[in-house]
């Protein structure tokens, strides 16, 4: 079984929706990452969490919340979906040391039509 | 500009040949990932290096660290149509940015059989 998993893997939603985006992580990580991709533009880090009490703005957080509901587990929300926001999400999770390596989900493909 | 610039965007080579892809840092590294990506799916790690001159290898991939000119090249032996995909590196930073990657936007790899 793989060790990060994201639901669902294909969403297609309207405009002004709200959708939840989850991941899931059996690597007893503490720190989890949530991340954008666009053509052309690499990742883009939209909100981390270094333990379950700690939530912290990425570079591109305007428009999302999100929730650690526990270790394993770190949601994304899109309060009010909107075009651009179309990407290829990610997960990913990493140990607490200095140079640990991130481990990622397979990714959530998001159209927003 | 981008933190993190790779060279080139897209690259395509006939099987066997031998290619290299860059990725420049415009601040300080304290470490650099490399990941490869297949086509809409998750990113697979390949390998991370932190010293100056550090050289991994991963079975015919192999990368460099240059601490001073803060660059790392990724090299590829004899490629084969199972490198195809794209290649992202990832700047680990001190200070503030302290466990976040910074990535590349990406090179795009295809390889001909």
């Known amino acids: 079984d793989a060790d990060v998993t994201q639901t669902p893997r294909n969403r297609i939603t309207k405009t002004g929706k709200r959708i939840m985006l989850e991941c899931s992580q059996t690597?007893?990580?503490?720190?989890m990452y949530w991340y954008r991709q666009d053509p052309g533009l690499g990742l883009r880090l939209i909100y981390y969490s270094f333990d379950v009490k700690d939530i912290n703005k990425g570079e591109i957080s305007d428009g999302y919340s999100v929730s650690r509901q526990a270790q394993a587990k770190f949601s994304l929300s899109l309060e009010s979906a909107i075009p651009n926001q179309t990407a290829l999400y990610f997960c990913?999770?990493?140990?607490?040391?200095?140079?640990?390596?991130?481990?990622f989900g397979p990714g959530t493909r998001l159209l927003v039509l | 500009s981008q933190e993190l610039e790779q060279s080139p965007q897209s690259l395509i080579v006939q099987e066997g040949k031998n290619l290299t892809i860059n990725c420049t840092s415009s601040?300080?590294?304290?470490?650099l990932y490399w990941y490869k990506q297949k086509y809409g799916e998750g990113l697979i790690f390949l390998m991370m290096?932190?010293?100056?001159?550090e050289e991994k290898s991963h079975e015919k991939i192999t990368a460099k660290l240059d601490e001073k000119k803060q660059q790392s090249s990724l090299h590829i032996t004899a490629s084969q149509p199972s490198h195809a995909g794209i290649y992202l590196c990832?700047?680990?930073?001190?200070?503030?940015?302290?466990?976040?990657?910074?990535f590349g936007q990406g090179t795009i790899l295809t390889v001909h059989p």
């Open positions: 990913a999770t990493s140990g607490s040391g200095g140079l640990e390596t991130q481990y």
């Open positions: 990832g700047a680990l930073r001190g200070g503030t940015s302290y466990g976040k990657l910074t």
């Open positions: 690597k007893g990580h503490d720190r």
């Open positions: 601040k300080t590294l304290y470490g």
């Open positions: 290096l932190q010293k100056g001159g």
